[in-house]
């Protein structure tokens, strides 16, 4: 499976963005999909993970209650709604796909990667 990742940009903090991931080449319902993202100097992290169907979800501790993680298979595309932006939430964010049907937190389960988009956080 083939991911495009879309909607970074900067804002301000307290402001919002959607990002989108558009997938192709797979049938994108047997894939369990997340969000991780990597600021300057920083290790890879989950921001977020979905099930294969949408109806599990997990967050990081830090944007649980901002950020919202969800998935349309119908039309073949993940996003991640971001509210409440703090400027420690810019990164490069990467959308990614694993053979996993759960919401899976480990990175190295992740097979496929989405280039990535910039989110900028202004203070």
């Known amino acids: 499976v083939q991911l495009q990742a879309s909607g970074g940009g900067l804002v301000q903090a307290g402001g919002s963005l959607r990002l989108s991931c558009a997938a192709s080449?797979?049938?994108?319902?047997?894939?369990?999909m997340a969000w991780f993202r990597q600021a300057p100097g920083k290790e890879r992290e989950l921001v977020a993970a979905i099930n294969w169907s949408g109806s599990s979800t997990v967050y990081a501790d830090s944007v649980k209650g901002r950020f919202t993680i969800s998935r349309d298979n119908a039309k073949n595309t993940m996003f991640l709604q971001m509210n409440s932006l703090k400027p420690e939430d810019t990164a490069v964010h990467y959308c990614?796909?694993?053979?996993?049907?759960?919401?899976?937190?480990?990175?190295?389960?992740?097979?496929?990667w989405g280039q990535g988009t910039q989110v900028t956080v202004s203070s």
């Open positions: 990614a796909a694993t053979r996993r049907l759960v919401a899976v937190t480990n990175i190295y389960d992740y097979s496929f």
């Open positions: 080449g797979g049938t994108f319902s047997s894939y369990g």
